[in-house]
């Protein structure tokens, strides 16, 4: 009955990780493949009217030029702190 129950945990665990992944896959990865740039993504959080060092500005602290993985811990950590 143990060994049933930890099955399920660790099915489900890695189902959450993997469902996890897709979904930052499709918000933070698509865009760049389509040629998008930090840059470019900052550039719609700022809005039309900044120059270029506002974008620069916002995607360093946005945190669009971390590697990916920090992006990825960054946003699940988001899911749980809020």
């Known amino acids: 009955m143990i060994a049933y129950i930890l099955r399920r ?3 489900a665990i890695v189902t959450l990780f993997v ?3 897709i979904t ?7 865009p ?4 998008g740039s930090a840059e470019s ?3 719609r959080y700022v809005g039309r009217t900044a120059n270029e060092e506002q974008v620069r500005v916002a995607a360093e602290k946005l945190g669009f ?3 990916l993985w920090e992006q990825y811990g960054r946003w ?3 899911i749980f702190v809020g």
Request: net charge positive.
């Open 41 to 43: 993504l900052a550039s």
């Open 76 to 78: 699940v950590k988001g």
């Open 32 to 35: 760049r493949w389509a040629g």
């Open 24 to 30: 930052f896959g499709i918000f933070f990865l698509i």
């Open 9 to 11: 945990v660790l099915g």
């Open 19 to 21: 469902v996890s992944v």
């Open 65 to 67: 030029n971390d590697p």
